[in-house]
């Protein structure tokens, strides 16, 4: 299974951009990027997710490498309620055996 | 729309002792997972329903833990008998369908002490 790699931690000062690697070096030609976030004492949340092209939601902004050996998720403007762990997560096209393997993923710090 | 609940949010026993989890999924997902965390880590697939059946139990301890989902809607996870090293949080989450693109709705958890 293709693995992804993230910092542990970040950090960044509040209304500026944050943008979070993750390398996926044996990501294979159909695995899509997820990326998702778990603020403290709650569940993971989707934030976006992309194939090949670049990607933008209300969240966020993805920025995948021509290659797609790594992936860059965006947060244009940090407040202090986007401190919390982010995952980077491959996930296979297919319909079965699809499941997320979540890593250790980055913590983003936020300061005022 | 009402989220993924999840009971009880807290939950402290003996080691051999006996718990169950309880999921409640969004309505109309037919695709319910449940996942264990462990200080520190990223959820780990514990096993995956589609309706009423198991798709995927392969990382669930057999022979302690067990889970179903009667009727296709609510789950529950049941560790029986508990071990220290099951302390976690216990998170339960859904989507419409297995497709690798569907969104995964998390619920909020539920934090297991094992003492």
């Known amino acids: 299974d293709a693995k992804t790699t993230q910092p542990n931690s970040m950090e960044s000062n509040e209304e500026e951009p944050v943008h979070l690697p993750c390398n996926h070096s044996?990501?294979?030609?159909?695995?899509?990027i997820h990326w998702y976030r778990q603020l403290p004492s709650q569940g993971p949340e989707y934030v976006i997710h992309g194939l090949t092209s670049n990607v933008n939601n209300r969240m966020a902004s993805l920025a995948i490498a021509e290659d797609r050996k790594s992936s860059t998720l965006i947060l244009h403007r940090a407040t202090l309620r986007d401190a919390a762990v982010y995952y980077c997560i491959l996930r296979r096209p297919t319909y079965n055996n699809n499941d997320m393997r979540f890593g250790a993923g980055t913590r983003l710090t936020v300061k005022p | 729309e009402a989220g993924v609940a999840q009971s009880p949010r807290y939950k402290i026993i003996e080691k051999r002792q006996s718990v169950a989890f309880w999921c409640n999924p969004i309505?109309?997902?037919?695709?319910l997972y449940w996942y264990q965390q462990i200080l520190g880590q990223g959820p780990k697939l514990l096993i995956q329903f589609q309706n009423n059946g198991v798709v995927d139990d392969s990382q669930l301890p057999k022979d302690r833990f067990s889970a179903e989902r009667l009727k296709g809607v609510d789950s529950t996870l049941k560790i029986q008998p508990a071990k220290l090293e099951d302390s976690a949080v216990y998170l339960c989450a859904s989507s419409w369908d297995r497709i690798s693109t569907d969104t995964q709705y998390f619920g909020p958890g539920t934090r297991l002490t094992v003492l």
């Open positions: 044996t990501i294979s030609g159909t695995d899509y």
């Open positions: 309505s109309g997902h037919a695709t």
